[in-house]
């Protein structure tokens, strides 16, 4: 069964600071996707990767993902208090009828 | 245009009655998925539609009742409501979950807020 763990689950970071969100899955897959979430809203997708190495940047945020270390991360540059959200990361589980396993989600919290 | 919408958007109900919410998807896609948000933030899938036909039903109680009368549709009828039952409800949609190149990123709604007195 497949397995994803967010790290942190709760981060509070300085305006202007870089910081990094970590995704770890139990089982092979090579398609992640990272979704935000602003309080009391939907969830927005950021990021599709659908490969080894593959890296997707938008703005201040950068996805990236290693299969054989079975981990994604969500790098945040320079952050802004706009960057305020839940994150969630999506795993393929590739088997069975579940086709999206999510994390328990980052919530983030961009300070002055 | 809304993508993937959801009504209501808040229900406030007592214990014991019955509810509907319903989801509608103009995307084409094959495929629909009801998840449960619970207050923690934690996302949980319940069911899952493709083209009509249930496929996937994780483990939530028999109250719990989807219907989908079309692929653009799926709706979610919850009998004898309980104070657990309190929670965001989601619905969502994407492609069909083939094991190809193709992507299947879902699509959220909005979102309806259940409250259960």
């Known amino acids: 069964e497949l397995k994803v763990e967010q790290n942190p689950l709760f981060l509070s970071m300085q305006e202007g600071k870089n910081y990094t969100i970590y995704c770890n899955y139990s089982t092979t897959s090579d398609r992640l996707y990272w979704y935000r979430q602003d309080p009391g809203k939907s969830l927005e997708s950021l990021f599709v990767?659908?490969?080894?190495?593959a890296v997707k940047q938008e703005g201040r945020l950068m996805a990236s993902l290693d299969t054989k270390a079975r981990l994604s991360t969500l790098h945040i540059t320079a952050a802004v208090h706009d960057l305020s959200a839940t994150y969630f990361c999506?795993?393929?589980?590739?088997?069975?009828?579940?086709?999206?396993?999510f994390g328990k989600g980052t919530r983030l919290s961009v300070i002055a | 245009d809304t993508a993937v919408s959801q009504t209501p958007k808040y229900l406030v109900t007592q214990m014991g009655n019955d509810k509907s919410i319903k989801c509608e998807q103009n995307?084409?896609?094959?495929?629909m998925y009801w998840y449960k948000q619970d207050s923690k933030k934690f996302l949980k899938i319940m069911f899952s539609y493709n083209n009509k036909e249930l496929i996937i039903n994780e483990t939530v109680p028999n109250r719990f009742s989807p219907k989908s009368p079309d692929k653009a549709h799926l709706n979610l009828h919850i009998n004898s409501l309980e104070l657990g039952d309190s929670a965001v409800y989601f619905c969502?949609?994407?492609?069909?979950?083939?094991?190809?190149?193709?992507?299947?990123?879902?699509?959220f709604g909005p979102g309806t807020r259940l409250t259960v007195t």
């Open positions: 999506a795993v393929d589980a590739l088997s069975g009828n579940t086709p999206l396993v």
């Open positions: 969502a949609s994407s492609q069909a979950p083939w094991r190809g190149d193709l992507s299947y990123e879902q699509y």
């Open positions: 995307l084409g896609h094959d495929t």
């Open positions: 990767l659908l490969s080894n190495g």
